[in-house]
């Protein structure tokens, strides 16, 4: 197997696992949109319903490309565990959050669930750069949209 062929294996998986990770804690979402969620009294800057669908997946694809970015190349460097250690933390409270708010219908556990997240993307971003400048820009995106999460979750949190 090439360098090449080696590196594309290793986003494309990584692509695949993210959106996988997305799908799955989607389930308690979409059943909680058309019913609990709609009930919810809401920030003044709260995006329709339609925009979260394609966020989404855009954010997993760019999460996913710059962990199979750090797969391969934290091959060979000292930090490359450690990077995808906390990757894999936050993808995990990534799923956690969308199980705890919409699924436990909890916004206030769900932002102390998003505020970790918010933290181990911060992290994230800090051993990707190490490894991979561009890998770590691939991730700045994701990190605002979840800072922009955090801001919706205090506001629906403070207003319920």
């Not at 494309?12 to 009930?39: D, M």
């Not at 750090?70 to 199980?99: C, D, E, P």
């Given at each position: 197997?090439?360098?090449?062929?080696?590196?594309?294996?290793?986003?494309?998986?990584?692509?695949?696992?993210?959106?996988?990770?997305?799908?799955?804690?989607?389930?308690?979402?979409?059943?909680?949109i058309p019913t609990w969620y709609a009930g919810l009294e809401k920030p003044f800057f709260t995006p329709p319903n339609s925009v979260f669908?394609?966020?989404?997946?855009?954010?997993?694809?760019?999460?996913?490309?710059?962990?199979?970015?750090?797969?391969?190349?934290?091959?060979?460097?000292?930090?490359?565990?450690?990077?995808?250690?906390?990757?894999?933390?936050?993808?995990?409270?990534?799923?956690?959050?969308?199980?705890?708010?919409?699924?436990?219908?909890?916004?206030?556990?769900?932002?102390?669930?998003?505020?970790?997240?918010?933290?181990l993307i911060e992290r994230s971003v800090k051993w990707f750069r190490l490894i991979d400048l561009f890998a770590a820009r691939l991730l700045?995106?994701?990190?605002?949209?979840?800072?922009?999460?955090?801001?919706?979750?205090?506001?629906?949190?403070?207003?319920?």
């Amino acid at each position: 197997m090439t360098r090449s062929t080696r590196k594309i294996a290793a986003v494309s998986i990584s692509i695949l696992l993210c959106l996988g990770i997305g799908f799955i804690s989607s389930a308690a979402t979409r059943e909680a949109i058309p019913t609990w969620y709609a009930g919810l009294e809401k920030p003044f800057f709260t995006p329709p319903n339609s925009v979260f669908g394609p966020v989404w997946t855009l954010l997993y694809i760019l999460m996913g490309w710059a962990a199979g970015r750090i797969w391969y190349l934290g091959q060979h460097h000292r930090w490359g565990k450690t990077a995808l250690y906390h990757f894999g933390m936050q993808l995990v409270f990534n799923g956690l959050w969308s199980v705890v708010f919409f699924g436990m219908k909890n916004p206030a556990l769900g932002l102390l669930v998003i505020l970790i997240l918010w933290v181990l993307i911060e992290r994230s971003v800090k051993w990707f750069r190490l490894i991979d400048l561009f890998a770590a820009r691939l991730l700045y995106p994701y990190w605002a949209w979840v800072t922009f999460a955090t801001a919706l979750n205090v506001g629906i949190w403070w207003l319920n």
